[in-house]
């Protein structure tokens, strides 16, 4: 029984955790001096990207690092 309470107690709490919304406030900001760092994939010729379905294989093995 006291592992029923306890297990209840903790799932209580936790949903209202999980439900919360994401707060930004000054801290998350950029500040004078900081920089942005920008990153650019080349695309592989011949992939649509919007192709999905059952048994549908992409194939990335061509793709260098």
């Given at each position: 029984?006291?592992?029923?309470i ?22 998350d ?6 920089t ?30």
């Amino acid at each position: 029984m006291k592992k029923i309470i306890t297990l209840i107690l903790c799932l209580g709490f936790s949903i209202n955790y999980l439900s919360s919304q994401i707060v930004i406030d000054d801290n998350d900001m950029p500040d004078v001096g900081d920089t942005i760092r920008l990153s650019q994939a080349f695309t592989a010729g011949g992939i649509d990207y919007t192709l999905t379905g059952n048994n549908y294989t992409w194939d990335f093995s061509g793709l260098n690092i």
